[in-house]
């Protein structure tokens, strides 16, 4: 199976923050197709995840655009430029290019 | 608006059986593919089982295979996960998502599920 790793496991940031968190997976996640099945989601406490990002960098359409992802093969970030206090929660990367899809262990993103 | 809405949840014995449900609507099901994600207790999110949109081909995890059937009614809008021979590590949040170009773009609000004697 797909390893995800992400890191940090939490981030305590203020309103206004730029955040980082960093996902690698243990094989490349291109796909044969030539598309990257690399995406991002969002649980805020007490609810089931939302979607935030797929394929990589693309954003869905609610998604407010302080929110940017990026990366390849192996290696791959999720940007906020400014946090605000509706982004709190945890965020997973997960990989859906290679079966299983598995989901890497979260990043908890707190407010200082 | 697209709704995803769980059922068939709660407490069973170690070895039993239980079926969950999700109606869907908002959207045409039947051109899409569905997924069942759940998440234990304060745990992080594992992906479980997969279904085509015609039902034609499904994908298991192998910690289920064998155990658990996914399947789908699309005259009723409706995805199932039948399991059986429950285990402990079973026990668990079950969502139900909408499966569309390998991301799950929708999920339902979850149904618990716990095998405890």
């Known amino acids: 199976d797909v390893v995800m790793t992400q890191t940090p496991v939490s981030l305590s940031l203020a309103i206004g923050q730029p955040a980082s968190i960093s996902c690698k997976s243990s094989?490349?996640?291109?796909?044969?197709?030539?598309?990257?099945?690399l995406n991002w989601i969002l649980q805020r406490p007490g609810q089931s995840p939302k979607r935030l990002i797929y394929?990589?960098?693309k954003l869905y359409s609610e998604v407010p655009d302080r929110f940017s992802g990026s990366g390849s093969e192996t290696e791959f970030t999720l940007k906020i430029s400014r946090v605000e206090a509706e982004d709190l929660g945890v965020y997973y990367c997960w990989q859906g290019t290679h079966f299983p899809y598995t989901f890497g262990a979260g990043t908890k993103l707190e407010l200082k | 608006e697209v709704q995803l809405v769980e059922s068939g949840g709660g407490l069973v014995q170690p070895g039993r059986s239980m079926k969950l449900s999700c109606a869907a609507s908002g959207f045409t099901f039947s051109n899409y593919g569905m997924a069942w994600v759940r998440q234990a207790p304060t745990k992080g999110l594992e992906w479980v089982a997969t279904?085509?949109?015609?039902?034609?081909?499904?994908y298991y995890r192998d910690s289920v295979k064998g155990r658990f059937t996914i399947s789908r009614d699309n005259a009723k809008s409706t995805l199932y996960l039948q399991m059986n021979s429950l285990r402990s590590e079973d026990t668990a949040t079950y969502y139900c998502?909408?499966?569309?170009?390998?991301?799950?773009?929708?999920w339902g609000q979850g149904v618990m599920v716990t095998v405890s004697s």
């Open positions: 094989q490349s996640l291109l796909g044969t197709s030539g598309k990257t099945f």
């Open positions: 998502t909408r499966e569309y170009r390998y991301n799950f773009d929708y």
């Open positions: 279904i085509s949109y015609d039902g034609s081909s499904t």
């Open positions: 394929q990589v960098s």
